[in-house]
């Protein structure tokens, strides 16, 4: 409903209210005086131009030159010369350009809502060992005590006062893992309980928390993000020169305003204000059938111009959670059928992702499935339970060669060990190779250890070599990365999927997400959202963007062509104002059908 209630504000009823007064004043100004035909006709005008013409002097007051002028030169010259329902048909060919262009950015203003939604408005009080009453986080001082329940995410930065818990920080730091906590640990905000009810005493307030510094990065890097120029709009000044010089010709032969209007009417710049948006939004629609969102117009043009690719490492480059990847047997009473077997039980009903890990493991080797009783789980000590008459546990080592690994006793006794690893998608290591040979500048800026960001680039082989790695980043170091590189002049596509990313995807030219289950935040701060987990998803927008520019710019070269050589037959006197009306109008289809072909293209 909200995107309908966007399509009725900035399209349909624009271009509708453009269309009536057309159809009004054709129809009803021949049965009246000329004088209130006249009034009418200003009126229409003046409201049909109202947005168009404040664009203009917004444009005109910025310094940049616009192909809007030579359009409002023709309305003013057509009114001149009481030529009012020439004046109404430019006030609707301009009207329909900028309507889509409206629309496409209304979209594009939406950012930063799920980053603030997502943390809660409110916060239950603890007190005196129990749940308290509800207040809002903005109430919240530094030393009072609060509850986060199972699933929530935690709203302010705190010390742990419970025996222990567990949160999935991969918002923050990008890591796979749940990071188990103990009484003492600092806690922060956007983050996620995964286990028992929280206890935490506040430490910062809302606007001093974690997640709100993120939420102003964000805020920043929007605002710091300069406005793109219109594709047309590069061709302005080369255009109006002709015209000027043309208009001007047409008056020196004949003294006629007529000329002039004529001239400026085959010259309004329709098939250029045009082209580029109904060719965006074409690809736009090309996109989305291959799962592919862009959320603006702009995001493709500029796509079409990066040269600098940055990337996030885990669940961009990488799946995103934990597997298996070694079963090491420590004692020869077990083999390694029988340890997954065992560690399957045990884990089965456990939500924590490295017990996901272990019984996908088992399900994949066909392991004996075992029953366990007595389970008993504890944050810090692992988890246990009785599996054919045997108490068996499993724990995690706090560190393990730079990795993680999970060890499984009978007792006292070691039987066996679980090693972890994110490995890379399958279309990884080819997707970066293809970009690096399209002459692509490739970074990886990761939140993980240098050692695990090591071992990723190991495993990418030959495209390793081509990428410039930055590990142990906090989101505001990404953004400054993105934007030092913007400051030596390159425009960057950034890559990513989670709530650490979105500073920097705000801060780049494009912003790109892998959509996951908190997509809603990182996708506000993005131009362009990927339904899906596939890298082949980076190249396909790229070619898309510069197939679409491409058919953009045949638009705009034919309509430049064309409204010259009208221009200079109208300047002779053989093109009269209404007659050039409607043949602009034939360009403009013209130029619609080209751009149309954007919606067609095909990723291969």
Same mark, same amino acid.
């Given at each position: 409903?909200?995107?309908? #209630?966007?399509?009725?504000?900035?399209?349909?009823?624009?271009?509708?209210?453009?269309?009536?007064?057309?159809?009004?004043?054709?129809?009803?100004?021949?049965?009246?005086?000329?004088?209130? /035909?006249?009034?009418?006709?200003?009126?229409?005008?003046?409201?049909?131009?109202?947005?168009?013409?404040?664009?203009?002097?917004?444009?005109?007051?910025?310094?940049?030159?616009?192909?809007?002028?030579?359009?409002?030169?023709?309305?003013?010259?057509?009114?001149?010369?009481?030529?009012?329902?020439?004046?109404?048909?430019?006030?609707?060919?301009?009207?329909?350009?900028?309507?889509?262009?409206?629309?496409?950015?209304?979209?594009?203003?939406?950012?930063?809502?799920?980053?603030?939604?997502?943390?809660?408005?409110?916060?239950?009080?603890?007190?005196? $060992? /129990?749940?308290?009453?509800?207040?809002?986080?903005?109430?919240?001082?530094?030393?009072?005590?609060?509850?986060?329940?199972? $699933?929530?995410?935690?709203?302010?930065?705190?010390?742990?006062?419970?025996? $222990?818990?567990?949160?999935?920080?991969?918002?923050?730091?990008?890591?796979?893992?749940?990071?188990?906590?103990?009484?003492?640990?600092?806690?922060?905000?956007?983050?996620?309980?995964?286990?028992?009810?929280?206890?935490?005493?506040?430490?910062?307030?809302?606007?001093?928390?974690?997640?709100?510094?993120?939420?102003?990065?964000?805020?920043?890097?929007?605002?710091?993000?300069?406005?793109?120029?219109?594709?047309?709009?590069?061709?302005?000044?080369?255009?109006?020169?002709?015209?000027?010089?043309?208009?001007?010709?047409?008056?020196?032969?004949?003294?006629?305003?007529?000329?002039?209007?004529?001239?400026?009417?085959?010259?309004?710049?329709?098939?250029?204000?045009?082209?580029?948006?109904?060719?965006?939004?074409?690809?736009?629609?090309?996109?989305?059938?291959?799962?592919?969102?862009?959320?603006?117009?702009?995001?493709?043009?500029?796509?079409?111009?990066?040269?600098?690719?940055?990337?996030?490492?885990?669940?961009?480059?990488?799946?995103?959670?934990?597997?298996?990847?070694?079963?090491?047997?420590?004692?020869?009473?077990?083999?390694?059928?029988?340890?997954?077997?065992?560690?399957?039980?045990?884990?089965?009903?456990?939500?924590?992702?490295?017990?996901?890990?272990?019984?996908?493991?088992?399900?994949?080797?066909?392991?004996?499935?075992?029953?366990?009783?007595?389970?008993?789980?504890?944050?810090?000590?692992?988890?246990?339970?009785?599996?054919? $008459?045997?108490?068996?546990?499993?724990?995690?080592?706090?560190?393990?060669?730079?990795?993680?690994?999970?060890?499984?006793?009978?007792?006292?006794?070691?039987?066996?060990?679980?090693?972890?690893?994110?490995?890379?998608?399958?279309?990884?290591?080819?997707?970066?190779?293809?970009?690096?040979?399209?002459?692509?500048?490739?970074?990886?800026?990761?939140?993980?250890?240098?050692?695990?960001?090591?071992?990723?680039?190991?495993?990418?082989?030959?495209?390793?070599?081509?990428?410039?790695?930055?590990?142990?980043?906090?989101?505001?170091?990404?953004?400054?990365?993105? /934007?030092?590189?913007?400051?030596?002049?390159?425009v960057v596509a950034m890559v990513g999927d989670g709530i650490n990313d979105a500073p920097a995807l705000a801060a780049a030219d494009v912003g790109m997400v892998f959509s996951n289950e908190e997509h809603t935040a990182a996708s506000e701060a993005a131009d362009?959202?990927?339904?899906?987990?596939?890298?082949?998803?980076?190249?396909?927008?790229?070619?898309?963007?510069?197939?679409?520019?491409?058919?953009?710019?045949?638009?705009?070269?034919?309509?430049?062509?064309?409204?010259?050589?009208?221009?200079?037959?109208?300047?002779?006197?053989?093109?009269?104002?209404?007659?050039?009306?409607?043949?602009?109008?034939?360009? #403009?289809?013209?130029?619609?059908?080209?751009?149309?072909?954007?919606?067609?293209?095909?990723?291969?």
């Open positions: 409903m909200r995107h309908f #209630d966007r399509l009725l504000r900035f399209f349909i009823i624009p271009l509708s209210v453009a269309a009536g007064m057309v159809l009004y004043f054709f129809i009803f100004s021949l049965w009246q005086q000329p004088l209130i /035909a006249a009034i009418e006709a200003l009126i229409f005008v003046v409201i049909g131009s109202f947005e168009e013409v404040r664009d203009i002097i917004a444009a005109f007051r910025r310094k940049q030159f616009a192909l809007d002028y030579i359009a409002l030169l023709a309305i003013i010259v057509s009114i001149i010369a009481g030529q009012f329902l020439v004046a109404l048909v430019i006030v609707l060919m301009l009207s329909g350009g900028n309507t889509l262009e409206r629309y496409g950015m209304a979209k594009a203003k939406e950012s930063l809502t799920a980053l603030t939604e997502r943390i809660p408005s409110e916060v239950i009080l603890w007190e005196e $060992g /129990a749940a308290g009453s509800r207040v809002p986080i903005k109430e919240v001082t530094i030393g009072q005590t609060i509850m986060v329940r199972k $699933g929530e995410v935690v709203p302010l930065d705190g010390e742990l006062l419970s025996e $222990g818990g567990i949160t999935d920080e991969s918002s923050l730091t990008g890591e796979p893992y749940f990071i188990e906590k103990v009484r003492g640990d600092q806690i922060r905000s956007g983050t996620v309980n995964m286990g028992e009810v929280l206890v935490v005493k506040v430490s910062a307030v809302d606007q001093d928390s974690t997640y709100r510094k993120i939420i102003e990065l964000v805020k920043r890097a929007e605002a710091e993000k300069a406005p793109l120029v219109r594709l047309a709009d590069r061709y302005s000044t080369f255009f109006t020169i002709i015209t000027g010089v043309i208009a001007f010709g047409g008056f020196f032969l004949a003294h006629s305003l007529e000329r002039v209007l004529a001239v400026l009417v085959v010259a309004t710049p329709c098939p250029l204000i045009l082209a580029t948006p109904i060719a965006l939004f074409g690809g736009m629609n090309a996109a989305a059938k291959q799962r592919v969102l862009a959320k603006n117009l702009a995001s493709l043009e500029a796509l079409n111009r990066v040269d600098t690719v940055v990337l996030d490492k885990t669940g961009t480059l990488t799946i995103g959670h934990p597997l298996v990847s070694k079963v090491l047997v420590k004692d020869s009473r077990y083999n390694q059928e029988k340890i997954l077997s065992i560690a399957e039980a045990i884990e089965r009903n456990s939500l924590h992702p490295l017990a996901k890990a272990i019984v996908e493991k088992a399900k994949e080797a066909k392991a004996p499935r075992l029953k366990a009783e007595r389970v008993s789980e504890k944050t810090g000590s692992g988890i246990s339970a009785a599996v054919e $008459g045997h108490r068996y546990t499993l724990a995690k080592l706090s560190k393990y060669h730079h990795s993680t690994a999970v060890d499984l006793h009978e007792g006292d006794v070691l039987i066996g060990r679980f090693e972890f690893e994110d490995r890379l998608k399958s279309d990884s290591a080819s997707i970066l190779t293809a970009l690096a040979r399209l002459g692509l500048r490739l970074f990886i800026f990761t939140g993980d250890r240098e050692e695990n960001a090591a071992k990723a680039i190991a495993a990418l082989g030959a495209a390793g070599p081509s990428i410039t790695v930055k590990a142990n980043c906090t989101p505001e170091i990404k953004k400054a990365g993105v /934007a030092e590189l913007r400051q030596a002049g390159h362009i959202v990927f339904l899906g987990g596939d890298v082949s998803s980076v190249t396909l927008s790229i070619g898309l963007a510069k197939h679409t520019i491409r058919i953009a710019l045949e638009s705009i070269w034919f309509g430049i062509g064309v409204s010259i050589i009208m221009m200079v037959i109208a300047a002779f006197g053989y093109i009269p104002p209404i007659i050039g009306a409607i043949l602009q109008e034939g360009v #403009d289809i013209a130029v619609i059908l080209n751009a149309l072909r954007a919606g067609r293209f095909v990723f291969s």
